[in-house]
């Protein structure tokens, strides 16, 4: 899997937006941008994902350099829920044959969110 | 929130015990995914299954065997459990290649 480059910590003021970077100057054409955050004692907890263009849903928006080397998820108004550790993940898109070998979420260290009330 | 649930949520267990956990879905999800967590290492794929029978072994799978006879369950084994396997043991669904969603956790110490 490619590699993704997170700062290790990044702290917000409640009720401000929140920009979290992640490099990712060797991604390939067919990597989709993946991000996910885990909550104090729970399991990962998917946030968004994109290809090429910005993308937008309930928990945040993604917004994708053109080069694709480089993207940032923005949430718009942080609360203290949102204090967590955030990964960004490449993934591949699968191969046209059964099998889940392409399917793998290959978790680095991420970036711990701290949000001050 | 996906349906999945992992049991037992806690356990202790001595070294050399066979130990089995239990990963159950209520979503038809084809795929599922064994992860264990440890401090310094984030997350790591330990099995994987793609269809009832079918399984695959992710990067961390010594020491460990999987099993899915059926849709909705995926059971993980330590044949003989370590102290280095103690760990929190994540389960993951996921449809074709996209969104992987995840249950509670499993905590697992082995004396």
Redesign the interface.
Known sequence: DAKTTQPNSMESNEEEPVHLPCNHSTISGTDYIHWYRQLPSQGPEYVIHGLTSNVNNRMASLAIAEDRKSSTLILHRATLRDAAVYYCILRDRPPPISGAGSYQLTFGKGTKLSVIP | DAGITQSPRHKVTETGTPVTLRCHQTENHR?M?WYRQDPGH????IH????VK?T?K??VSDGYSVSRSKTEDFLLTLESATSSQTSVY?C?I?R??????????TRLLVL
Request: proline fraction near 4%; avoid cysteine.
């Open positions: 795929y995914y984030g997350l790591r794929l994987y299954s793609y269809g079918d695959d992710g990067e994540f993951a996921g074709e290649g996209e969104t992987q969603y995840f249950g509670p956790g």
